[in-house]
């Protein structure tokens, strides 16, 4: 068993999502590399270091730049806000680290190629944290499609929707701005609807037609009460698209839609089928396939258990559920046996270039109220 030193930089919600996978994986899967906590790093030396308490790492930083120079450091996980992705993986990658950073991948489509170029130029492995791929129901649904069990996938419909903004009297974060956020439903929440779309039919968005709208576009200031910063990015997202094999659909996201909570729901139309997904309900899938008598078709629930890989890592019976953590560190698990085994990740950071082109054009259409090509 090989052990590989880890660097996670950022130390919320992500880092601490992808902290646990790292304690997991090797446990969950019997890997032969095991994550080994070397150091995390925050903003802050007293944050970084009660996050290296509680998370379980030998070392703490308030320098991301420490975590890339650190020898035994092998891959680094990038958890920061999107404006600071590509500096800290472009370092990374040219001081020899693999990185699993998470989406999107930057504020700018320049950023965005030059993390996809540094990769290309590196022997590391790279990956994106579009975890909503890495779901055992959502791999097995790919699955029936590749079998052709819904006949030849015509339509692909998806919406991503949730509260998170929602209520106007939360004040502006680093969020709404495209300074520091680049988009905001679109690269926030329509980034893994697209993820999903190239996963589920095998090709790419290149033609669409795109619509954004802000909301509630200003916000109290947290740092000056009594004022109000500007929102200047997207709280709602649509388009309608064209896939380079013929598919047809249309995606959409917001992040002020009440009562949804991680509303990401797609369709999947075949000319034999179909196949719906709800990620809050993320252990089934419904399949629908057409019966010689139609008076007792209908959809079935697939619950997952250890027939759709690799649920039985985590549990022996059918039912018994998995949850976002374990997710995460199906995603993990994938980049450690592409570490391993050299073979490439979807979706690497060349991979993460083109979901970035579609959502660079979603937000070019909509402004220029027109269709556009993905370039
Ligand atoms: N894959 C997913 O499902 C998913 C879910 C949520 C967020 N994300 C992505 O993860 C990233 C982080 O989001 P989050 O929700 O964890 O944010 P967060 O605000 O909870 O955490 C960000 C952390 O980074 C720290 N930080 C900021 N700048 C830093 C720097 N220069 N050096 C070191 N630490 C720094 C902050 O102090 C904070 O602890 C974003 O890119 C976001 O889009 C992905």
């Not at 250890?306 to 649920?311: F, G, T």
């Amino acid at each position: 068993m090989r052990q590989i030193g880890v660097g996670v930089i950022g130390t919320g919600f992500m880092g601490n999502a992808h902290s646990i996978a790292y304690s997991a994986s090797a446990s969950v899967f019997g890997t032969t590399l095991r994550p080994r906590l070397e150091i995390v790093c925050d903003l802050s030396p007293d944050r970084a270091s009660q996050r290296a308490t509680n998370l379980g790492f030998s070392n703490y930083t308030a320098e991301w730049i420490e975590v890339v120079n650190n020898p035994a450091v092998e891959l680094i996980s990038v958890c920061t806000p999107n404006d600071t992705h590509a500096k800290i993986s472009i370092a990374a990658l040219s001081a020899g680290k693999h990185v699993w950073c998470e989406k999107p991948m930057s504020t700018s489509l320049e950023d965005s190629a030059a993390m996809a170029a540094a990769a290309a130029n590196s022997a590391s492995k790279t990956i994106m944290g579009y975890n909503y791929t890495k779901n055992p129901a959502v791999t097995h649904a790919r699955h029936l499609i590749e079998q052709g069990a819904i006949g030849r996938v015509a339509g692909f419909f998806c919406r991503y929707d949730v509260d998170n903004e929602a209520d106007g009297n939360r004040p502006w974060s680093w969020r709404m701005s495209r300074d520091k956020s680049g988009t905001g439903a679109n690269g926030d929440v329509l980034s893994h609807v697209i993820s999903v779309a190239h996963y589920l039919t095998d090709s790419t968005i290149t033609r669409l037609s795109g619509d954004i709208a802000i909301v509630h576009p200003e916000r109290k200031d947290p740092e000056a009460p009594g004022t109000t910063k500007t929102v200047d990015n997207d709280d709602m997202v649509s388009a309608l698209v064209h896939f380079s094999n013929g598919v047809r659909g249309h995606i959409g996201a917001s992040r002020v839609t009440w009562g949804r909570k991680c509303g990401l729901r797609w369709e999947v139309h075949g000319t034999e089928g179909t196949i719906i997904f709800d990620q809050e309900r993320l252990n089934e899938i419904q399949l629908f396939t057409r019966q010689n008598d139609p008076a007792t078709d209908g959809f079935r629930t697939i619950l997952t258990g250890p027939l759709h890989p690799p649920y039985s890592a985590f549990l022996p019976n059918g039912g018994h559920s998995l949850g976002y953590m374990d997710v995460k560190i199906c995603e993990l698990h994938d980049l450690l046996t592409s570490i391993e085994t050299g073979e490439d990740v979807w979706p690497n950071f060349e991979a993460g270039l083109i979901i970035e082109k579609v959502m660079d054009a979603v937000d070019r259409s909509a402004r220029e109220q027109r269709w556009v090509n993905v370039e």
